[in-house]
């Protein structure tokens, strides 16, 4: 698969979520699909949140189409399909009625067991500094934490406009890049990678501040259950397993931030999964007297420097 394929599928997808957003949002309007300011919020008046559908319509018509007529649509790729659809689901009636938590983390640890018990699964670890670590029947639930962390990860960052769709788009570009560059290149995972990117991309043009619709519970989701099955299925693979530091590198802003907040809520005996707070990395930009804008524009350039950082150590 050329190059000119991941970068058409970016194209298409990018277009597909900016024409498809509108009718996403009058769709969530009108089931409730919608963000009420509140303490917690950073956003003025009522607003659609129901983006995600737009994003998995429009990634999902894009991968299925190629990888169908390029013949490769196997075991692993529709696990992750599989999930996605449930982990998409969950956030959509999360977004119209809100869930226990306890429930929306049994869901995301369900939606993380089909891809990995069709084979989707870390089994090899490569410590940067020498040695390789063997997980075995290990690698099920170590693999099942990893998409279940990514996917809060990212829904944590979402609390900006624009913010969680950058930092995908950022790292969707770079896991195409490392997935064409390796040997062989991994042209399924290219493709995957930069069809999130494109409609992480598309969907910045109604979400940049200030924005039109929200990408809600379901759209974050999706993203961050996506990102982290691909880097599972190949885009962070080195031919002696998959290196520690470069996932760390390419997630680093969402991982440290989930942690962060779990880390908090302990401290402050609040409970960890039905929480939320003010806590987090852009609500501090915010109180430094950063706009929301510049908030967005420094982490979309801290995210950028470690990807390319992960990057150069994939390439090492």
């Known amino acids: 698969m050329a190059i000119a394929i991941p970068i058409a599928s970016l194209t298409v997808s990018a277009l597909l979520v900016v024409l498809l957003t509108p009718w996403a949002a009058k769709l969530g309007t009108r089931i409730g699909a919608v963000a009420q300011p509140g303490e917690r919020t950073v956003h003025e008046g009522i607003i659609p949140r129901f983006g995600g559908l737009a994003i998995i319509a429009a990634v999902l018509l894009v991968d299925v189409a190629l990888l169908l007529s390029h013949g490769a649509l196997d075991k692993q790729t529709w696990g992750w399909i599989l999930g ?15 869930l226990p938590a306890r429930l929306k983390l049994l869901g995301q640890i369900l939606a993380a067991l089909i891809p990995v018990l069709l084979g989707v699964r870390i089994l090899l ?17 170590f693999t099942v934490i990893w998409i279940v962390v990514l996917t809060n990860a990212i829904n944590l960052i979402d609390g900006l406009d624009g913010l969680a769709a950058g930092v995908c788009a950022i790292a969707g570009v770079t ?6 560059v390796s040997t062989p290149p991994m042209s399924a995972v290219a493709l995957l990678s930069a069809t ?11 979400n940049f501040n200030p924005a039109r619709v929200f990408m809600g519970d379901s759209g974050a989701y999706f993203l961050g259950y996506s990102l982290a099955c691909l880097s599972v299925m190949g885009a962070l693979k080195t031919p002696v397993g998959i290196t520690v530091a470069i ?18 809520r302990i401290v402050r005996l609040k409970p960890v ?30 995210t950028g420097a470690l990807c390319l950082v992960a990057f150069l150590l994939y390439r090492r």
């Open 84 to 98: 996605a659809l449930l982990v998409f689901a969950l956030g959509a009636v999360d977004d119209c009625r809100s």
């Open 125 to 141: 670890l490569r410590n940067p500094f020498g040695g390789t670590i063997a997980l075995n029947t290990w690698g099920i639930p």
């Open 175 to 180: 896991m195409t890049a490392m997935a064409l």
């Open 196 to 206: 999130l990117a494109g409609a992480s991309l598309g969907f910045l043009y109604h």
């Open 247 to 264: 996932p760390l590198l390419l997630f680093g802003l969402p991982i440290f931030d989930t942690l962060f907040a779990v880390a908090r």
């Open 273 to 302: 999964l039905s929480h939320p707070d003010k806590g987090h990395i852009h609500h501090r930009l915010l109180r430094l007297g950063m706009t929301q804008r510049q908030a967005v524009l420094a982490i979309y350039s801290v």
